[in-house]
C-alpha cells in the first residue's frame, strides 16, 4: 500500500512520519493486502491537531475518517481506529458475501422467462436488457448409485442437490434438499 502523509500549517517530522506508517500499516492486515493507497493529513486548527486519513481499497471503496485531537498522535490513532472500524465491516463484508464455487461463466438466454419460472429475488438481469443470465459451473460427474448412496451424499450437508444415475433403473436423477429439512427425488419420465 503507497502511503501519502501531508502536513497543512504543520511541519511532520521524519519521527511521526514512521509511527504514522506502523499505525496504518495495521489496516492492510485487516484488508488482507487489499488496500491500494493511503493518504495521511495533517493540519492545526485553533491549537488542535486534526488528522484526516482516507484509505482506499480494491472494489471502488473509500475509507474516510476525521479526527481532532490536542496531540498530533492522538489525533493520528483516533483516525486510524476509525477507519479500522470501517475496515473490518468492509473485510466481514468481503467475506460473508455469497460466491459461486469453482469457475463460472455467464451465458446471456435470448429467452423471456415464464411467469412463475422465477421468483423476483431470483431473478438477475443483464445491464440493459431484460434478460435472464444463465450461470454455468463446472461440470458435474453424474455416478451411477443406488438411493440410499445418494441419500449419504447429500446428508453431508455440503451441497444442496445431487444429479446421479440411479443404479436401479439406469435413468438420470436428481435429489435435493427441501426447505422443510426432508430430500425430494426428481426422475424424468422417458
Known amino acids: 500500500m503507497k502511503l501519502t502523509v501531508t502536513g497543512r500549517r504543520v511541519a511532520v517530522s521524519d519521527a511521526a512520519r514512521e509511527a504514522i506508517v506502523r499505525k496504518v500499516r495495521r489496516l492492510d492486515r485487516v484488508l488482507n493486502d487489499s488496500a491500494v493507497s493511503a493518504q495521511c493529513v495533517i493540519a492545526q486548527e485553533r491549537q488542535q491537531f486534526v488528522c484526516e ?10 475509507l474516510h475518517a476525521v479526527a481532532r485531537h490536542d496531540r498530533m498522535p492522538s489525533a493520528v490513532l483516533a483516525a486510524v481506529e476509525k477507519v479500522s472500524q470501517q475496515a473490518h465491516r468492509l473485510s466481514d463484508r468481503w467475506k460473508t458475501r455469497r460466491r459461486p464455487r469453482g469457475q463460472t461463466r455467464v451465458a446471456a438466454l435470448g429467452v423471456e422467462p415464464r411467469a412463475g419460472l422465477l421468483d423476483a429475488q431470483d431473478r438477475s438481469f443483464d445491464a440493459g436488457q431484460n434478460r435472464p443470465r444463465v450461470v454455468r459451473t463446472r461440470n458435474r460427474a453424474v455416478k451411477p448409485m443406488s438411493l440410499d448412496d445418494a441419500l449419504l451424499t447429500l446428508s453431508d450437508g455440503s451441497q444442496n442437490f445431487l444429479v446421479f444415475r440411479n443404479a436401479d433403473s439406469d435413468g438420470v436423477a436428481i435429489l435435493y434438499r427441501r426447505p422443510d429439512g426432508d430430500f425430494g427425488l426428481i426422475e424424468p419420465e422417458g
Do not use: E, I, Y
Open 53 to 62: 486519513l482516507t484509505v482506499h481499497a480494491r472494489g471502488d471503496h473509500t
